[in-house]
């Protein structure tokens, strides 16, 4: 299984660009790299995902290192909803195998 | 609407008794998974199902069972075993590919007292 490793908290202004940083060095060839978030009391909500290249979707981007040893989430322009704890995952045959997340503070 | 739905929401249990959280998808997911979130920590995997009638343990399976007899369900029973069974519950469900987003269900909060 994929071990994550990524920083306890970041903080960020709103309508400013957000860097999330994970390292995960154990990553096999064929795991996926997941990004979700949660809020308190919720369940985690799917970010985005991918293999080797850099991913975009309507909620964020997700840029590969070309080792594959770690990836980067970028939310190009933080709002007060974003604020929540990041979890970035392997999915190794779908299975998911979480760390402890960067908690998001955005503030306004 | 489609989607994954845990209860009961909230669940308070006298120590020493057994209890069964539900876990119910109509995603058609063949995958399904049980994690465990204690406060401040990130989800640890309890057990998690790829087929029906076939299930693996995940790292903390000891003190939990679980069964999956149809698709859409897979309930998580918390034994008088787990030593420390208070904690949030959740459940998650995707197809087996890697490539494809796991759905969570909202979770369930047991309280043991």
């Known amino acids: 299984d994929a071990k994550t490793t990524q920083p306890n908290s970041m903080e960020s202004n709103e309508e400013e660009p957000v860097h999330l940083p994970c390292n995960h060095s154990t990553i096999s060839g064929t795991d996926y790299i997941h990004w979700y978030r949660q809020l308190p009391s919720q369940g985690p909500e799917y970010v985005i995902h991918g293999l080797t290249s850099n991913v975009n979707n309507r909620m964020a981007s997700l840029a590969i290192a070309e080792d594959r040893k770690s990836s980067t989430l970028i939310l190009h322009r933080a709002t007060l909803r974003d604020a929540a704890v990041y979890y970035c995952?392997?999915?190794?045959?779908?299975?998911?195998?979480f760390g402890q997340g960067t908690i998001l503070t955005v503030h306004p | 609407d489609g989607g994954i739905t845990q209860s009961p929401k909230y669940l308070f249990r006298k120590e020493g008794q057994n209890v069964t959280l539900s876990c119910e998808q109509n995603l058609n997911h063949d995958a399904m998974y049980w994690y465990r979130q204690d406060p401040g920590q990130g989800l640890r995997l309890i057990y998690y199902?790829?087929?029906?009638?076939?299930?693996q343990k995940g790292d903390i399976a000891e003190g939990y069972s679980v069964s999956r007899e149809k698709k859409e369900s897979f309930p998580l029973t918390v034994t008088s075993a787990q030593k420390n069974p208070t904690a949030f519950y959740l459940c998650?469900?995707?197809?087996?590919?890697?490539?494809?987003?796991?759905?969570f269900g909202q979770g369930t909060r047991l309280t043991v007292v």
């Open positions: 199902s790829q087929i029906v009638n076939d299930f």
């Open positions: 998650a469900s995707s197809n087996r590919a890697s490539n494809t987003e796991a759905f």
């Open positions: 995952t392997g999915a190794s045959y779908g299975k998911l195998t």
